[in-house]
Structures are given as C-alpha cells and as structure tokens.
C-alpha cells in the first residue's frame, strides 16, 4: 500500500518522457491513495511502447487540477491496456479523462484496449468540452461497466476515431451529456440516473445510500456497505 502526495510538487504523478528502444512491461497503481498531484496521473510522450496501465483497489484524489491536460495522457507512447478497476477518482480534473492519441502503430496490427469496471467517479464541476474518452488510436476497444459516474456536463467523447464503448450496468447522476447523441457521441443510453445518496461526498465519503445501486453492485466496491 503506498501514499503518493503530490503536494508541493508541480508535475505529474508517472511520466514516459524519453525514447525507449525496447517494450516496456507493466505500470500497476494497487491498494494506493494518490492525491494532490497538479498535473497528468499518467503522461506518455515519447516513443515507447507500454503493456499496460491499471488502476486497482485505490483512492485517487485531487489529481491534475492545476492545468488544461488530460488525466491518463498517453501521446506519442503507445499503451495496449488501460484498466481502472475497483477505485474512486475524487475531484479529477480533466480535459479527457482518458486520451490514447495515434501513436506508433495505429492504423496497423496495434490495438489500444480501455476497461473502466466498478469505479466511482466524482468530478461534478466538469464542463461541456471535457471528455470521459478521447481514443484516436486506430483500432481500440472500450468498455465502461458497473460505474457510478458524477461528471457534470462531460460528454463521452466527440471525435469519430473513438469506438462506441460497451457499457454495462452504469449509472450516471447529474451528467445528463453522457447519454446526448449528438456530435460524435457514444451515448451510454441504458444507464441509469439515480441520486447515489452518498454519505458526505464533500468529505470524500462516497458510502451509497441508495438501495438500488447498492443492490446493482454499481461504483467502487468499498463504497457498497449493506
């Protein structure tokens, strides 16, 4: 279990910033509270190529507030697996939640895969241009399934390159461009829009209160206390 602050400094929380000649294996965020990072949780920007980035079993609060960038960031490295499972992203600010642009590869045999499983996501001052998938990669494949999304006015994406997602058993609250179907759009249009009832969302305690997510099994795990 680590605690990685970010307070004080003023980048990022991983950065690939220098060509690597060879694949590089696999980036593991597990059981972690990582919080109060200005910038990118993860900003890939050189040649490179990366197995995986996973998100699993953490806290993550408070990252990528001071700046336009995007929160996992990935540019000029190609990465084949982005997975968020099990976690909360509190006040995660963001262009794009998830950019994969086309790097070294796309439009060949490459592809970028994205799974976003049992997360509660809660950034609730986010405005119309902010998108949840910005994937340029030419071949990918996304799925968003037992998520509790609080995102305000965030849109899934806007750009024609990214593949309809699939969704599964979601809930989206006071985020009504999630399910909009217009401007290249990938509408999760049979999720739900319950109040989640959460405990004290202001102090980060995302406890569900509503019977029905909770019985949905709907969010990050430890906020599902029957």
């Known amino acids: 279990d680590l605690d990685l602050n970010g307070s004080g400094l003023t980048g990022g929380v991983i950065s690939i910033l220098t060509t690597q000649a060879s694949p590089l294996g696999d980036i593991l965020i597990s059981s972690s509270y990582v919080h109060d990072y200005p910038s990118q949780l993860m900003y890939g920007n050189a040649a490179a190529r990366l197995k995986s980035f996973t998100v699993d079993n953490s806290i993550v609060k408070n990252v990528n507030t001071a700046s ?4 996992i960031d990935f540019r000029t490295t190609y990465v084949e697996n982005v997975t968020l499972t099990r976690s909360t992203f509190n006040n995660c600010g963001s262009r ?62 806007n750009n024609a390159a990214t593949s309809a ?10 985020s009504p461009n999630l399910k909009a179907t217009t401007n290249n759009n990938r509408p999760d249009t049979g999720a739900t829009t319950l109040n989640p009832q ?16 909770m019985d949905n099994k709907e969010g990050d795990p430890r906020r599902i206390k029957q």
């Open 96 to 157: 794009d939640f998830i950019r994969l642009d086309a790097a070294a590869g796309s439009g060949g045999s490459l592809v970028s895969n994205v799974v976003i499983d049992a997360c509660t996501i809660y950034t609730p001052t986010l405005i119309a241009s902010s998108r949840i998938l910005y994937v340029r990669f030419a071949t990918n494949i996304l799925a968003v399934r037992n998520t509790l999304l609080v995102v305000g006015q965030a849109i899934y994406t």
């Open 165 to 174: 997602p699939g969704f599964g058993n979601n809930n989206n609250f006071n």
């Open 68 to 71: 336009g960038a995007d929160f």
């Open 198 to 213: 959460f405990a004290n969302a202001s102090t980060g305690d995302f406890t569900l209160g509503n019977q029905t997510l």
